[in-house]
């Protein structure tokens, strides 16, 4: 029964990691422009390629503020010894009210949160929302930890 609770407890640990093995950094996120009033949710996804540069998209739908939607393409490099990510719209689909844009990021060394500016030298910052996969897999690893110390006790 011990080894079968640390292997639940090794997937658990990795599985948020190794689902996001491809793109280096993915997920759904939540960003405030200082000041504007201007409040967006988006899906971003980013690839390194070979050459070390890196590309990816923003899926925009502003929350408040204005409205906005759209797909925003963008390419540039990233800066692994200060996890400062610079880059620049490439394209558009369906978009709404979105321009192009120059970015400067910084992300946190934990992955859930970033900062920066953008070419209008407008302040922004975003927190990632989690994936209901895993706060689903977060509740039952919290349940199983609960019904293991009730049978013990």
Known sequence: MRKLKLIIAALFLISPFAANADPILTGEWEGEWSGSGITALFDMTIDQEADGSITGYFDWTCTSG????????????????????????????????????????????????????????????????????????????????????????
Do not use: Q
């Open 66 to 153: 204005i409205t906005c939607s759209g797909t925003e393409f963008f390419a540039g490099v990233f800066d692994a010894s200060t996890l400062i990510w610079n880059f620049a719209t490439t394209g558009f689909v369906d978009a709404v009210n979105l321009g192009p844009a120059t970015y400067i990021a910084w992300i946190a060394s934990d992955g859930y949160s970033m900062m920066g500016t953008d070419g209008s030298d407008s302040e922004w910052s975003a927190v990632r929302v989690p994936e209901p996969g895993t706060l689903a897999l977060f509740g039952i690893g919290l349940l199983g930890l609960g019904l293991a110390r009730r049978r013990k006790a």
